[in-house]
């Protein structure tokens, strides 16, 4: 079973900083890729879910990241710690949502619908 938390989310000011974790549960965390995504506020809750970021599987190497968050988020994992990253600078007010942590068996994809274990997410607010 694989189990995900994410941390880190709170109210920053447009220009600002965040780095949201995720720690995953779980022996088997070194063969899952990893997402980031993003519902902005007001969307329905079964709504579709943004792509923000994806990593590869352990010693896969490979990054997705949307165009809209290209050059200022950064995805990341720590395989020893079972944990995955998201660094967001430049912070916009479009940027505000909440953010999800999922795994999938293949990646790094930006489709929602191939993520099997999502997080409960962490509210990001920009507000000045």
């Known amino acids: 079973q694989v189990h995900l938390v994410e941390s880190g989310g709170g109210l920053v000011q447009p220009g600002g900083s965040l780095t949201l974790s995720c720690a995953v549960s779980g022996r088997t965390f070194g063969s899952w890729a990893m997402g980031w995504f993003r519902r902005a506020p007001g969307k329905e809750p079964d709504s579709e879910r943004e792509f923000v970021a994806a990593i590869g599987r352990a010693g896969n190497g490979r990054i997705n990241y949307a165009d809209s968050v290209k050059g200022r988020f950064t995805i990341s994992r720590d395989d020893v710690k079972n944990m995955v990253y998201l660094q967001m600078n430049d912070l916009k007010p479009e940027d505000a949502a909440v953010y999800y942590c999922?795994?999938?068996?293949?990646?790094?994809?930006?489709?929602?619908?191939?993520?099997?274990?999502w997080g409960q997410g962490t509210q990001v607010t920009v507000s000045p």
């Open positions: 999922a795994a999938a068996a293949v990646g790094p994809v930006p489709y929602d619908q191939e993520y099997n274990h």
